[in-house]
């Protein structure tokens, strides 16, 4: 299966390419989606503003293409505006 790697600089998150254009509202962890309103990538790890419960929901439709591999949770780190570098890996 083919793979992709997200590079933050201090951290790198591994995902799976999926075979589905599937739009979707609620996006579950681990989930790579590609968000048309928000122009961005969304990389599902936790609660957004819109959530219910513990949920991850973004705020429109989006396109699920990838499944992350590891540890979600250390996206958190993350802070607001880093340069993510996003490449092909086979």
Same mark, same amino acid.
């Given at each position: 299966? !083919? ?6 600089? *201090? &951290? *790198?998150?591994?995902?799976? +390419? +999926?075979?589905? =254009? /599937?739009?979707?509202? #609620?996006? /579950? =962890? @681990?989930? #790579?989606?590609?968000?048309?309103? @928000?122009?961005?990538?969304? &990389?599902?790890?936790? !609660? /957004? =503003?819109?959530? !219910?419960?513990?949920? *991850? ?5 989006? $396109?699920?293409?990838?499944? %992350?591999?590891? $540890?979600?949770?250390? &996206?958190?780190? #993350?802070? %607001? @505006?880093?340069?993510? $570098?996003? /490449? +092909?890996?086979?």
């Amino acid at each position: 299966m !083919r793979r992709i790697r997200f590079d933050f600089g *201090t &951290l *790198t998150l591994d995902a799976e +390419l +999926l075979d589905t =254009p /599937t739009a979707r509202a #609620v996006v /579950t =962890p @681990g989930e #790579v989606a590609y968000w048309p309103d @928000g122009h961005a990538i969304a &990389l599902g790890f936790g !609660r /957004t =503003p819109i959530s !219910r419960g513990d949920e *991850t929901r973004l705020a429109s439709p989006c $396109n699920i293409f990838a499944k %992350a591999i590891g $540890n979600m949770k250390a &996206l958190a780190k #993350v802070k %607001a @505006g880093a340069k993510v $570098n996003v /490449t +092909l890996i086979d």
